[in-house]
C-alpha cells in the first residue's frame, strides 16, 4: 500500500514538474494581444493614412479556441490521472 502511494506521489511530482517547464514565462500573452490592439487602433485613427495591409492583426476567436482546448487537455489529463489513483487505492 506504502509503495503504491510512493508512485502516486512521484507520478504527481513529475506532472506538476513538467507543467511548470511547459510554462511560457517570455511574455505574457494578454500584454502581447494589447499591444496589437494598441497598434492597430493607432494605425485606424491616423488621419489620411491607409492600414497596411502587410500588418498582422489579430483572429477573431483564436484565443477562446485555444483556451477551451487547453483545459480540455487539462480536464482530460486530471480525469485520468484521479481514475489511476482511485484505481490504485481500491486495489
Known sequence: ???KIFFVFIFAFFLL???MIAQ????PKAEDI????DRFENEITTPNKTPSNDAQ???PNITNQVAKKG???VHSVL???LE????????
Open 1 to 3: 500500500m506504502i509503495k
Open 17 to 19: 514538474f513538467g507543467v
Open 24 to 27: 511560457d514565462n517570455s511574455t
Open 34 to 37: 494589447q499591444n496589437q490592439i
Open 57 to 59: 492583426w489579430i483572429e
Open 71 to 73: 483545459e480540455q487537455m
Open 79 to 81: 480525469k485520468r490521472f
Open 84 to 91: 489511476k489513483v482511485k484505481g490504485l487505492l481500491e486495489s
